[in-house]
């Protein structure tokens, strides 16, 4: 806070552009009404003069990505719900280094202090809808240019050697991280190639002592992205394993759907029912989800034994 860390007589942006260039990361909240506040943006381009080495996470409150302008714009962000707080959590815990924590507890640490956390995002009041900013053609032509040029150098083959040096052995949390960022952006063949690329570098420098249900989560995500390929055999071997390797129910449900929705897509569309079946027994929520995914299933529409797992009520 400057009144109490700024000296009298100290000249204030001076030492603010100091401090931020030791930052190596930046999480900023944002809302309709600070959207374009000048400091807001001055704090932010600071953290991307050394975006080499910081990570700047933008949070909306009340704010879509659509809205975001340069320098925020150029940054990943994340939706103040359980999903972009979870994954902001993943990131700044990536970003300890050697003092981070096991994934397991900080999965269980989020579980047990979300609740307080949406409690209080739910009981900020209500940001006026008016005066939002209006963003020009230009503006967003060239943050598309932007964009794709971003895509593009995520997509650049890279030497295998260099990326091993560069990320260390103990790195794959951040591959793993880059794939769910990739992933999330659903951004077309390139970004899910991209995607599929950074999932695979993160299972090949997980240690072998990585708990089961972790692994799991790398080859579920993994064959998801391939399932979106519609590289389908291999999806079913990584969709596979993952199943096998499940304990947790996440973990359990993901790899059952990601394989059911192979099978549906493949030559014997049928083999997908008994794992349908599963899934609609453990959640009859999972029925309304398979029945709007017609991209998936839509070759079981008229099969008899689908249509009574879609109709039939399961118990809880």
């Not at 096998?244 to 394989?259: F, G, M």
């Not at 929520?285 to 797992?309: A, C, M």
């Amino acid at each position: 806070m400057s009144e109490r860390d700024l000296e009298a007589g100290q000249r204030w942006n001076e030492e603010i552009s100091g401090k931020l260039r030791d930052t190596h990361f930046g999480v900023i909240c944002l809302t309709r009404e600070n959207l374009a506040a000048p400091w807001l943006l001055f704090e932010a381009g600071a953290l991307a003069k050394s975006i080499e080495t910081a990570r700047v996470v933008p949070v909306l409150l009340g704010v879509r990505k659509s809205d975001l302008t340069f320098p925020l714009a150029q940054f990943q962000a994340v939706d103040a719900d359980e999903q972009g707080l979870r994954s902001l959590a993943a990131a700044v815990n990536g970003a300890l280094g050697a003092d981070r924590l096991q994934a397991p507890t900080l999965d269980n640490l989020f579980k047990a202090l979300w609740p307080g956390v949406s409690a209080a995002i739910a009981s900020i009041p209500t940001q006026p809808t008016g005066g939002r900013v209006h963003r020009t053609d230009r503006e967003l032509l060239e943050e598309l240019v932007e964009g794709l040029h971003q895509i593009r150098r995520s997509v650049t083959p890279q030497s295998s050697d260099s990326e091993v040096r560069h990320s260390g052995r103990d790195d794959w949390e951040g591959f793993y991280l880059q794939g769910v960022t990739l992933a999330n952006k659903r951004g077309g063949r390139a970004v899910d190639v991209a995607a599929a690329r950074a999932y695979s570098n993160a299972i090949a420098l997980a240690p072998a002592e990585l708990p089961g249900n972790i692994r799991s989560r790398l080859y579920s995500y993994r064959g998801a992205m391939f399932k979106r390929l519609m590289r389908l055999e291999e999806a079913q071997q990584d969709l596979t394993l993952a199943r096998r390797w499940a304990s947790e129910p996440r973990e359990v449900d993901d790899a059952t759907y990601n394989l059911a929705c192979v099978l549906a897509m493949g030559s014997s569309p049928r083999d997908a029912l008994p794992l349908i079946e599963c899934l609609v027994h453990h959640d009859p929520t999972w029925v309304s989800i398979v029945n709007s995914k017609r991209e998936y299933f839509g070759k079981l529409i008229e099969d008899p034994e689908f249509k009574h797992l879609m109709t039939v009520p399961r118990p809880l």
